[in-house]
């Protein structure tokens, strides 16, 4: 049940908006039309000045609720901030309104009014969250994998005071680390290999007494959520652990050599790869090496037919090799065909360093082939930079191979989404990496190091870094019983009303983090912390039974109610736009920003996704009189940008619903319309509003406007 409020309603008139709008008629709209307790008008509402005047009505009137109309809700968040009591809606009058219409305009003052009635109703529709805490918060941290990145996190977070779980399954901690012979200079002048950084490490792990190491050890299972992992180990014995969080550091394995026999592998034992040299080496530190020895790198990455992208550090393994075989046999020559040598940072300085070697010779090129010979093997370069084909006679090739990902499913997940971390075509973890680097679909596990991304030990020691700031990070708000990633913050969380639930497993199906477990006959079971508060079930429910406390099915069909919707014979069509809130609305916010100029007939609704668009929103929005409902979100696809992973997708596939939807009310198809968009394409916005509209024009209004 909503609570009668005391609202208050406070409109700026700084910024332009005053020039462009009457701000007393919109107050009296709000005094008249709703009856407000209070409502009052300022020039400057963000300065000292403005803020005083809002707490001193808050506190004079006893407000509960709270509108201000001014500036877009994105920003000067630091200085709206008002006791937690208090319901605040912000309205977008300046970014939406006063820098998008034409000054003065019947119409701008029309959506100005509007604006203010949609954001009334959302104070009047909504309460402020009571935030789920879950009891005992364990604030103990796992760390799957005992590599280069393992052991950094493990450290960095007891460094940060917390008791951190390292399990490795094999029977030392070191995973590749225990390979190298020497390792990438990391320090000026960059021109000298050094030893591993793992004696180092196990010195350190070994230094803090709250990091808990188990060797000979795997996971059994992981169940839980966020806060309350429930973890179970197997080595000699069966041990339970609850912990808050978990990073996922299983590290990377070498692309499959046998996959590369047009490069000579497996047909002459000539033929290696830098992972089966770096062995030799260590293992023999007098080895005798051949006069003629030829690195090929990108041997099966940046290729179609094995992996398209670059493994990263393939070229400064290449040249660490050719060190050592230049200091092991300074009579030996090196040749390295490449299609780009990269080593950015510091990098550059070392392979400068392997350039002056008189005895190493760099070429870029393709290889045509690898021919046996009796003694040596022949090959020849093509598309080289000399313009010409070179042949070469070398008496041993290496291949540079690329990195594949070991994969999560040792984690075992108890989740009915799959006992590993979703991953991508390339097995490696799925998560926004452009905006939330080592974020993946399972709450409170972060993927860190080579199940993330190819990278090199200095990148593996910077994520481990990364992954265990956002663990903690996880832990602490959980503790509060707020949102991590991207509505961080939130205490919102979804509320069902079972009683109506009919097990259409819709909701478990559709939520892209595994929030919802689900009974035999398909009942869903909330695990609250795992929940990102993206809405998705909210769109999928055709019950309508689950709702956060301030983004339901009733605040937001209130927001679309108010708009005053002209009749047929006004020609002013009303167009409804919901815009997720991550890419869509802020685009539209920077097209105002840039002062261009879009259709003052649209009504503008943010959304947390497009995934949360719940049907009744649209069926509620055509009964009105709207003439037509354009959706804009994120882009979905391979290199989807929806922060909640399919949000953006799913409005595709459920179009088939909406159009039923249509089909009902006998209504054209083109009066729902989704556009998708980067925060980047602000500058498209009104190509994107003004086409439907004039679109929306020539099919002519809603027959619902009659009735």
């Known amino acids: 049940m909503i609570s009668e409020k005391q609202i208050g309603v406070f409109i700026c008139s700084g910024c332009e908006i005053g020039n462009c709008i009457d701000v007393e008629k919109i107050r009296q709209v709000a005094l008249e039309e709703y009856k407000v307790t209070d409502a009052g008008t300022h020039p400057a509402l963000c300065s000292v000045e403005g803020y005083d005047f809002i707490l001193r009505n808050i506190e004079a009137n006893k407000l509960d609720g709270l509108v201000i109309a001014a500036c877009s809700p994105r920003i000067k968040t630091e200085v709206f901030d008002f006791p937690e009591k208090t319901v605040l809606e912000r309205v977008n009058l300046r970014e939406q309104v ?6 003065g305009d019947e ?10 009635r949609m954001g009334i109703e959302k104070v009047k529709n909504t309460e402020n969250p009571v935030p789920y805490i879950a009891d005992d918060i364990s604030p103990e941290i796992l760390i799957a994998g005992g590599g280069i990145t393992g052991m950094s996190a493990a450290i960095e977070g007891a460094k940060a005071g917390y008791t951190v779980h390292l399990v490795e399954k094999e029977n030392t901690l070191g995973g590749k680390q225990k390979e190298l012979y020497k390792q990438y200079p990391s320090q000026a002048p960059f021109d000298a290999l050094v030893d591993p950084a793992l004696d180092n490490k196990l010195r350190e792990i070994g230094s803090h007494d709250n990091i808990k190491v188990y060797t000979s050890t795997t996971i059994e299972e992981v169940a839980g959520q966020p806060g309350a992992f429930e973890v179970t180990l197997q080595n000699a014995n069966t041990e339970k652990l609850n912990v808050g969080a978990i990073v996922a550091a299983m590290g990377w394995k070498p692309y499959d050599p046998n996959n590369l026999g047009h490069l000579g592998y497996g ?11 770096e062995k030799m080496v260590k293992e023999n530190p007098g080895l005798k090496l051949p006069e003629n020895i030829l690195f090929i790198q990108c041997a099966g990455s940046r290729d179609s037919d094995h992996l398209p992208y670059c493994s990263t550090y393939c070229c400064s393994t290449s040249l660490k090799q050719v060190k050592y075989i230049r200091e092991l046999s300074p009579g030996s020559s090196v040749f390295i065909v490449y299609k780009d040598i990269r080593t950015p940072g510091f990098g550059e300085e070392f392979y400068k360093a392997v350039q002056n070697d008189d005895q190493v010779f760099f070429t870029k090129g393709e290889i045509d082939g690898v021919l046996p010979g009796k003694d040596q093997l022949r090959i020849t370069v093509k598309k080289t930079l000399l313009g010409e084909d070179i042949s070469l006679s070398v008496d041993l090739i290496i291949l540079a191979t690329g990195m594949m990902p070991a994969g999560t499913e040792e984690l075992n997940l108890n989740y009915r989404l799959g006992k590993g971390l979703p991953e991508l075509k390339y097995n490696f973890s799925d998560s926004h990496f452009i905006c939330f680097p080592y974020e993946t679909r399972r709450t409170g596990i972060y993927a860190s190091g080579c199940v993330r991304s190819p990278m090199d030990i200095a990148a593996c020691e910077e994520d481990a870094a990364g992954a265990m700031f956002k663990a903690i990070q996880c832990i602490e708000a959980t503790k ?11 205490k919102t969380f979804p509320e069902l009303f079972m009683d109506r639930c009919t097990d259409c497993k819709r909701c478990t199906e559709e939520c892209p983090f595994g929030m919802y477990d689900e009974t035999e006959k398909g009942t869903p079971l909330p695990n609250l912390n795992r929940c990102r508060r993206c809405g998705i079930c909210l769109g999928s429910c055709p019950e309508r039974i689950i709702s956060f406390s301030n983004y339901s099915i009733n605040s937001v069909s209130a927001m679309i109610k108010a708009v005053e919707i002209p009749d047929e014979f006004e020609e002013k069509p009303r167009i409804l736009v919901f815009a997720c809130e991550n890419d869509a609305y802020p685009a539209i916010d920077m097209a105002g920003s840039n002062r261009l100029k879009y259709s003052p007939y649209v009504r503008i609704i943010p959304v947390r996704c497009l995934g949360s668009i719940n049907k009744v929103w649209i069926s509620d929005a055509l009964s009105c009189g709207y003439d037509g409902i354009l959706q804009i979100g994120c882009k979905p696809g391979d290199d989807y940008q929806c922060h909640f992973i399919h949000g953006s997708e799913l409005t595709e596939t459920r179009g088939e619903n909406i159009q039923e939807t249509l089909v009902t009310m006998m209504l054209e198809p083109e009066r729902i319309k989704t556009e998708f968009v980067e925060i980047t394409d602000w500058d498209k916005i009104p190509e994107i509003i003004n086409s439907y509209v004039e679109l929306i024009e020539e099919i002519g209004p809603n027959p619902f406007k009659e009735m």
């Open 98 to 103: 006063a820098w998008c219409f034409e000054p």
């Open 107 to 116: 119409e701008t003052q029309m959506a100005a009014v509007d604006s203010l």
């Open 267 to 277: 047909k002459s034992k000539q033929v290696i790869t830098i992972g089966e040299f």
């Open 480 to 490: 509060r019983g707020e949102a991590v990633h991207p509505r961080s913050g939130d």
